[in-house]
């Protein structure tokens, strides 16, 4: 649906009867993270800088960007590395959110977008709070238009536009921002690897009959 590349997962994977919300939250890398921390907690599962770069492009959905357009590490003005026109797209794209949980601060005088990039991104980005990151529609070239994003200054949480600032993951970021067939092949690899993570083994868990509950 969303135009990604196709890759083989292992079926009969078993799942837990129980959820660990908590737990898995704890799990989870922060989108407020730093490089340094986000390559640390990929690296404690076992994912080297490159899977890293490749596993983040995998996310979907976030609500933990408003502090970089508004409140950047408890000041009052944005994350200065997001850019200028891709901060006042979020910034009218969330003002209705802002003004409902309080004050926001004044939208900073910027030339407007041009309507062919405004169209691009503003199609994905919603009034609720959980917009969405996967900036392109289907089969428009999955995944290189988040990395060409990036490489503009247009990641939508801190954790993203942090991939650019370290050497090794800014290599990726650019590799896979210009050659859709090797992330497509270095993407699918990520994937198998990320499903193969902490496996259920019997007696534990349990095959489902439907992925949405157990049986």
């Given at each position: 649906?969303?135009?990604?590349?196709?890759?083989?997962?292992?079926?009969?994977?078993?799942?837990?009867?129980?959820?660990?919300?908590?737990?898995?939250?704890?799990?989870?890398?922060?989108?407020?993270?730093d490089?340094?921390?986000?390559?640390?907690?990929?690296?404690?599962?076992?994912?080297?800088?490159r899977?890293t770069?490749?596993?983040?492009?995998?996310?979907?959905?976030?609500?933990?960007?408003f502090?970089?357009?508004?409140?950047?590490?408890?000041?009052?003005g944005p994350d200065?590395?997001?850019?200028?026109?891709?901060?006042?797209?979020?910034r009218?794209?969330?003002?209705?959110?802002?003004?409902?949980?309080?004050?926001?601060?004044?939208?900073?005088?910027?030339?407007?977008?041009?309507s062919s990039?405004?169209?691009?991104?503003?199609?994905?980005?919603?009034?609720?709070?959980?917009?969405?990151?996967?900036?392109?529609?289907p089969?428009?070239?999955?995944?290189?238009?988040?990395y060409?994003?990036?490489?503009?200054?247009?990641?939508?949480?801190?954790?993203?536009q942090?991939?650019?600032s370290?050497?090794?993951?800014e290599t990726?970021?650019?590799?896979?921002?210009?050659?859709?067939?090797l992330?497509?092949?270095d993407f699918?690899?990520?994937?198998?690897?990320l499903?193969n993570?902490?496996?259920?083994?019997?007696?534990k868990?349990?095959?489902?009959?439907n992925?949405?509950k157990?049986?």
């Amino acid at each position: 649906m969303a135009g990604g590349p196709f890759y083989p997962l292992y079926t009969g994977r078993r799942d837990s009867i129980v959820a660990y919300p908590i737990i898995a939250t704890y799990e989870l890398p922060s989108p407020l993270d730093d490089l340094s921390k986000t390559i640390e907690s990929f690296a404690s599962r076992g994912f080297d800088e490159r899977e890293t770069v490749l596993t983040a492009q995998a996310q979907s959905t976030a609500k933990f960007f408003f502090h970089r357009l508004y409140n950047f590490s408890g000041g009052d003005g944005p994350d200065p590395s997001i850019d200028p026109e891709f901060l006042q797209l979020l910034r009218s794209n969330c003002n209705s959110i802002h003004h409902s949980s309080g004050p926001a601060s004044a939208s900073p005088s910027l030339s407007p977008l041009p309507s062919s990039e405004e169209n691009n991104i503003s199609t994905v980005l919603s009034q609720d709070a959980g917009m969405k990151m996967d900036y392109e529609g289907p089969r428009t070239g999955f995944g290189t238009l988040y990395y060409r994003s990036l490489l503009q200054r247009k990641g939508l949480l801190f954790v993203d536009q942090q991939l650019t600032s370290g050497a090794e993951t800014e290599t990726w970021v650019r590799a896979y921002a210009s050659d859709l067939s090797l992330f497509q092949r270095d993407f699918g690899l990520a994937m198998i690897k990320l499903s193969n993570l902490k496996v259920l083994t019997a007696p534990k868990g349990q095959v489902r009959l439907n992925c949405r509950k157990v049986n």
